[in-house]
């Protein structure tokens, strides 16, 4: 220690720095570092049972925690949870923003919370537990990855209940972080939904992330961080370090910490400094690059897998439901060895050996193949003519901007080529509609699930369809809802607007009246008058309007009860102000004077 000039006893060593930890806990939380880097907390994480992850999820979160450079963002989302109970993180595609939650959450799992991802808001109600064992949700890209979801409307209402419900239990240790991208949560800004709007434009435990915050040690850290566990030698990644090209790298209007890691990945102990920050530069030049170079080298299987990936809904697809789709095209090795030349860059793989399932590792890798679809005509063709379940031909037609999720919410992006191919082949997608449809109907086990379904092919119906098909569909409808007094009033009133969309045929008046009575007559939350006014909207039926009246005054007198129950003042004042306007929709005259001295009480603290 003599060399060092330091006397011997204030030299710590890891028992000593780990008991001090242990005395201020508050200083372990704020730096995940210190504690992220043992192998024993991934591991007590796995044994507690604590997070509904495998252990190979949980271990490759853990193993990007080594690149982990923690910036204001973590403490915000911390504070706010803690503040709020919900945190909203916002912000463009690669900006990290599911990084963080994951971060957040290792934290909280190490702490002994109960961590759970929710891909659907149904899922999250079915966990959350009444005790007080502390939970927290997260719930990744909640309106869609790269557009609205097609079904956002329909779970908007029960994202704003459950946002509710976990601030007034935050006591009770329970809180949620739900991530979206910036431009998604602005097209709900503009939707007619009254509950998207609400989403939208409620401010609690919102948080924007937003690179230009970086300063350029930090954007300086992430890129030297993926240098050294790239493997590069120490004596490359010193001359790195002091390399002014790292500071155009930093500097550069392209930068992303996502096309950072996916470059970076590439490279190994092999890799020079001027190899390294070469590819950097040119990444950020142009960064479609990055997806083509790897794109092109994939084999015919492992393309074929991603191009089917396309065509689903975003998230974790079964391998064995992929290899269905994309048919025999080799033996079990070649398919193995197909999806695992994949990862990382283009899937993430999850599920246990049994039940493997594969999502893209990242949002702009779907981007990616739907933009090469939209360049290749015959790519598209092929794409539609293969399709073989009725949600590949939805996302198709979302993707190339045909299917709107909303009235008021015009898509982010139109693809002509993929809008093209879809209707230059109506007469295929047409039939292979009605058969999906018929296959999926039949075997579905409940009500709920068979309207959805009705509801997605009689929009796909009245965009690629003839009044020939619109008959068929009526006499199906027809059928399922013969015997049935009262529907899922959301779900009744969806199909009853795409069916009044479609040329008048045969029946189609009187099934539209039968769905919409039925619908009303099981009317009982908001969603649901979000649902009827949508309808409404479109169709006059004045037997609907005079059964809903009565409804909608219960449902909005409850909503006002419900208000007593809150304690942001502002939120109780705004929704009082929208609960009256929406009564007087309805013929009815809301006195809110009341709720508004409870608003002014909250204000004042007491």
Not at 201 to 209: E, F, Q, V
Not at 328 to 338: C, I, P, R, V
Not at 535 to 551: G, K, Q
Not at 573 to 602: C, F, K, N
Request: hydrophobic share 45%; proline share 4%; charged share 25%.
């Amino acid at each position: 220690m003599r060399v060092l000039g330091i006397p011997q006893q204030d030299v710590w060593g890891p028992e000593r720095l780990n008991a001090a930890l242990g005395k201020h806990s508050d200083v372990e939380r704020r730096h995940p570092k210190l504690w992220l880097s043992s192998s024993g907390v991934l591991e007590s994480i796995v044994n507690a049972g604590c997070w509904n992850r495998s252990e190979a999820e949980l271990s490759a979160i853990a193993e990007r925690a080594k690149f982990w450079v923690e910036t204001s963002s973590y403490s915000e989302v911390v504070s706010l949870l803690d503040n709020e109970g919900v945190c909203v993180v916002s912000g463009a595609p690669g900006v990290g923003k599911t990084y963080l939650a994951d971060m957040v959450a290792l934290q909280r799992a190490h702490s002994g919370w109960q961590v759970v991802h929710v891909s659907n808001i149904e899922q999250a109600w079915s966990i959350i537990r009444n005790d007080e064992r502390p939970q927290l949700f997260i719930y990744n890209d909640f309106l869609g990855e790269a557009e609205l979801k097609l079904d956002a409307k329909s779970e908007a209402p029960g994202v704003t209940n459950f946002i509710r419900d976990i601030i007034r239990r935050k006591d009770a240790n329970k809180r949620l972080i739900i991530t979206t991208r910036v431009e998604v949560l602005q097209q709900a800004v503009l939707a007619a939904t009254p509950s998207l709007q609400r989403i939208a434009n409620d401010d609690t435990g919102r948080l924007l992330i937003k690179l230009s915050d970086w300063d350029e040690p930090t954007r300086m850290q992430v890129v030297l961080n993926h240098l050294y566990f790239a493997g590069l030698p120490e004596e490359e990644l010193s001359a790195a370090s002091v390399d002014r090209r790292l500071l155009s790298v930093i500097r550069h209007r392209s930068y992303n910490p996502y096309l950072i890691e996916v470059i970076c990945d590439r490279f190994d102990a092999a890799t020079t400094a001027d190899d390294a920050l070469s590819a950097l530069m040119a990444a950020l030049d142009f960064p479609e690059t990055v997806w083509f170079a790897s794109f092109a080298v994939l084999n015919l299987l492992a393309t074929e897998i991603i191009l089917t990936m396309a065509t689903m809904k975003p998230g974790p697809v079964s391998i064995e439901m992929l290899r269905a789709l994309v048919g025999d095209q080799g033996s079990a090795t070649a398919w193995g060895d197909a999806w695992r030349s994949l990862e990382p860059t283009w899937v993430m793989v999850s599920g246990p050996p049994t039940a493997r399932a594969l999502a893209f590792a990242h949002p702009g890798c779907r981007d990616y193949i739907l933009g090469r679809l939209d360049l290749d005509s015959d790519m598209a063709g092929e794409r539609v003519e293969r399709a073989r379940m009725l949600e590949q031909f939805a996302e198709l037609a979302s993707a190339s901007g045909d299917l709107w999720v909303d009235a008021g919410v015009p898509p982010l992006v139109r693809r002509a080529v993929i809008a093209d191919a879809m209707k230059r082949r109506r007469g295929v997608v047409a039939e292979k509609i009605r058969l999906f449809t018929e296959q999926d109907v039949a075997s579905s086990t409940t009500t709920e699930g068979r309207l959805r379904l009705l509801v997605t092919s009689a929009a796909l119906i009245g965009l690629y369809g003839s009044a020939d098909d619109s008959r068929w569909l009526t006499e199906l409808v027809g059928e399922q809802i013969r015997d049935l007094v009262t529907i899922p009033a959301s779900d009744g009133f969806a199909l009853a607007v795409q069916l009044a969309r479609h040329s008048p045929s045969s029946g189609l008046a009187e099934v539209t009246q039968r769905l919409a009575t039925a619908a009303a007559a099981s009317t009982r939350t908001v969603g649901d008058l979000d649902a009827y006014e949508a309808f409404a909207a479109e169709v006059t039926l004045p037997v609907v309007a005079d059964a809903i009246r009565p409804l909608a005054y219960r449902i909005i007198m409850q909503e006002i009860d419900d208000l007593y129950d809150e304690r942001d003042a502002q939120f109780v004042r705004d929704s009082a102000h929208d609960l009256q306007a929406r009564a007087s929709l309805y013929g009815h005259e809301l006195d809110i004077d009341t709720v508004l001295e409870h608003a002014d009480y909250l204000a004042q603290g007491r």
